[in-house]
């Protein structure tokens, strides 16, 4: 089956009630954890960026603490899965703010990891790169947001 663009699912759904609308969000929600997770994110969390960035912190420490250490490789795949919910949760929020904010958590953690990641080529790519992408975020912010992050950014 062919998904159809986002003009015709719009058009469709401007001709259906609200109960019927309702409907189709709760059955979206039962078939990936990642609908769920949105839904809860535009109904609950959308209304308070700052406790949804603290809560998704919050989670960052809880998995910087689970990272498996035996080898850089087990490190290198730990990070990249942290990375990727991370990348999803500013998937939800679509602020700049928060992106900026979280990048910026995220690498912060990732510099203080036992043991260091400059022993690995890899770590230290992944962590250049998110650096970079940090930099190019902050340039399109607010004047005042841009000098409060830039120090944030030349402290990591």
Do not use: W
Not at 42 to 64: A, N, W
Not at 136 to 150: A, P, V
Request: glycine residues 2%; charged residues 35%; positive net charge.
């Amino acid at each position: 089956m062919k998904a159809v663009s986002v003009k015709e699912l719009k058009n469709k759904l401007s001709n259906r009630t609200s109960k019927e609308l309702l409907e189709l969000c709760l059955r979206l929600s039962r078939f990936k954890k990642e609908n769920k997770e949105l839904l809860t994110y535009l109904l609950f969390e959308s209304s308070d960026e700052f406790s949804y960035v603290e809560s998704v912190k919050r989670e960052i420490d809880e998995q910087f603490t689970l990272v498996n250490k035996k080898t850089y490789y087990l490190i290198k795949k730990s990070v990249r899965r942290i990375l990727n919910n991370t990348k999803k949760y500013i998937r939800y929020s679509q602020k700049k703010e928060t992106e900026v904010e979280l990048l910026i958590y995220f690498c912060t953690k990732l510099k203080n990891l036992k043991p260091p990641i400059h022993r690995s080529t890899r770590l230290v790519n992944l962590y250049n790169v998110q650096m970079d992408l940090i930099e190019r975020k902050i340039s399109g912010l607010h004047e005042d947001l841009q000098f409060d992050y830039g120090e944030e950014l030349k402290a990591l």
